[in-house]
């Protein structure tokens, strides 16, 4: 099993906190590092914290201060950027990492921030879909051409083109998110789910896509300091045991002393599952 650790885009968000942390990880033996994506949060919603420091400008400057480890986004909500800025921005990121770069990617969950984006709920799946389409049109020759039902070209040159295949690890639980990940990504990521919750879907993930090369990933919400680390133990048993190939966890400090010793915790946790 791998383990990615997410970054401290809440807190503590300081250049300094953000090098250590991207750098502590990659000391330790994480495999990858992974930001969360919002870009607004409507006056009143309760959650996500309004402050998020931008998740692809993040891993730009994370890619500059570690060597090793990879970059993830867990996960980018593709209906809230034109596709080919964005195909442009993941290409850069690619390069400048060395390959290092997975794009987590769904369809968003927060209405307000979708509609401030002119996409209504019913159709950010479709979008979502749409922009994988865009993106691999786009990485894969230059010139491009695409159709879909809202974006359309042909002839153009969205270069530099990924040096390597950046995979797609489709975030989601619902049956329209499992069946995209199916179609369309190179790998699962789910979130929050218990143990016994998951052999029904990676054992339907893992029909249709037997091949190892497609990631089960799960994501889960437990802190080094003060979360169940016994708890999560047993689910690492459990994930392993439904067919889990990468875990990743979110500390919950707010000071750079608190989560630099919760990402310690939470190393020495996983180290003790293998």
């Known amino acids: 099993m791998r383990f990615g650790i997410a ?47 931008e998740a692809l400008t ?17 996960v980018l909500v593709l209906p809230l950027r034109h596709p080919l800025v964005l195909a442009k921005q993941l290409a850069t990121i690619e390069r400048l990492s060395r390959g290092r770069l997975i794009l987590g990617a769904g369809a968003g969950w927060l209405e307000g921030e979708l509609a401030a984006f002119g996409v209504p709920m019913g159709e950010r799946g479709a979008r979502a879909e749409e922009a994988i389409d865009a993106l691999r049109a786009c990485w894969s020759s230059a010139p491009a ?26 975030g989601g639980h619902g049956e329209a998110a499992l069946r995209r990940a199916v179609r369309k990504a190179d790998g699962w990521q789910g979130a929050f789910l218990a143990p016994d919750a998951l052999p029904a879907i990676t054992g339907r993930l893992r029909q249709d896509r037997p091949e190892s090369s497609f990631t089960l990933s799960m994501r889960t919400n437990v802190d080094g300091l003060d979360g169940d680390l016994d708890g999560l133990r047993r689910d690492l048993d459990g994930y392993a045991g439904a067919g889990i190939q990468h875990v990743l966890s979110s500390p919950a400090q707010r000071d750079l002393d608190g989560w630099l010793r919760s990402v310690e915790a939470l190393w020495k946790t996983f180290e003790e599952s293998r």
Do not use: N
């Not at 502590?24 to 590092?33: I, M, S, T, W, Y």
């Not at 051409?145 to 489709?170: D, M, N």
């Open 7 to 53: 970054l401290p885009q809440f807190g503590p968000a300081t250049p300094e906190a953000m090098a250590r942390a991207a750098r502590q990880a990659e000391e330790l033996g994480f495999d990858d590092v992974w930001v969360a994506d919002h870009v607004v949060v409507p006056d009143g919603v309760p959650y996500p914290p309004s402050f998020l420091l």
């Open 58 to 74: 993040t891993l730009a400057f994370v890619a500059a201060v570690t060597e090793r480890v990879r970059l993830g986004t867990s």
């Open 145 to 170: 051409s695409f159709a879909g039902p809202t974006l359309a070209f042909s002839g153009l040159k969205v270069q530099p083109l990924p040096e390597h295949p950046i995979p797609i690890w489709y």
